[in-house]
């Protein structure tokens, strides 16, 4: 018989398909959680997990495994093997249990446990202890070779991603994983990216060092294809900071919600800071592309703190008040941001914010103790002064426990007047009251709206209380 060279490539290609498909089963993505359902739902699916997911080939089975949903242990021990690649995203405060799952898994007999997210990337070191393979950065490049690396048998134990992604087209959200999250059944309020990155400088925040100072901008029709596609009418969005885009490209703002307003929506929610009251006929805009409410973030009402800041609050009372009634008169909501704990602050500084959060008609307050996250600089301060309590479990880093010790309070002060702060605005009668006003709000746009706004008006400050409560919960 004669030699013929296609015949064997095609062959040699079927055996490494074959021997491919027989050593990578199946990729599974795990989202460690502790919020659980609350009436039958989660909060909200991994934005990230569902991208990652999407990288995946079509030939190889993928499934994103979410804890909020329901307990993992078991079906970790049942379930997986040696031909499924796990990969785990994690905070810092879920990191304990990121490895929990990594070493169940590995009994299992997995072979290959990767880990990504915000805290292997600020602190690789401390997941290489019992990850295979520790990816830091964003992961759009990295993840796609880990996948041929695990099917070579050459899989690294770091992937470093040191690129910024232009967000044109990066990991677009697949049909087979949409519907097997099936965010409308499973999830109350989807997540969705329209820029990344800050170039602010807030001495404590995690989220420049992960998505980088250079704001990045999503195309307006990706955004708009991927909420017709996702069937979405309500999102959150994950943006560091949405609001500064309305001074960096306030063209992109117009176009992105003269888009949005043509959209069915019931309504979405953004992080932000005070400078979108300046923008008067963009507010005007994003009413009519039913936005809901920005989470606005004041972080102090103490102006001694202002070097801590970034450079987008002063700490100054009067400003804060006039951007709340310019966003609130056209009919947005604002949820305030405050962050207790700085050297200057005392307990006479957070109830101070309450006071100020009441007067100003707020229409719920986030007050979160501030905490030093790996790779900030003010965690680098704290451990130059010596001021992180030792052996603080990382589960405690979530932003209502106090890990190091304050400048001009008692660590047991801190907690206290938290814990009374806490118990006086998430009072059930207060999150009725503050419901009830955002309500009498949309009412004067549209009354066929208050069926819809219900939800809305009242989970904000049920989250914050749930987030409060986990407390005693550790
Ligand atoms: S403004 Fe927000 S996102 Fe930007 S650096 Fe400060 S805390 Fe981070």
Redesign the pocket.
Known sequence: MKFCPSAFFFEAESYFQEKHTLDLKRVVLIHPGREGRFFGKAAAASYTLMRLASLVPDDIDVEIWDENLGPLDHKIRRELGPHDLVGITSKTLAIETAEKFGRLAHEAGVQVVAVGGAHATLMPEDVARWADAVFTGEAYFTWPQLIQDFINDTVKSRYNDTEWADLAGVARLTNRVIQQVDENRNFWTPLLEVTRG?????S?????RVSG?KMRFRPVEEIIEEIERRKIDRFFLTD??FG?AFRLRPEYVEELFLALAKLPLRGWTT?A?MMVSEYPELLDLARRAHLDKFFL?F?SVNPKNRRE??G?SKGLTSQYREAIKNVQKRGIGVVGLFVYGFDEDTPETMWKTWEFARDAGLDSMSQTILTPYPGTPFRAQLIQDNRLIPNTPWRFYDTSHVTYYPRKMTVEEFEREYDKLCRAVYHPARIVQRGLRSLHRVSKYSVKMVPRKVFSSFSTDYGYRKTFEWRYAA
């Open positions: 800050c170039p602010r400088n807030c404590f925040c995690t989220a420049i100072q560091d900071n500064l992080q800071e973030g972080e800041l970034g987008k």
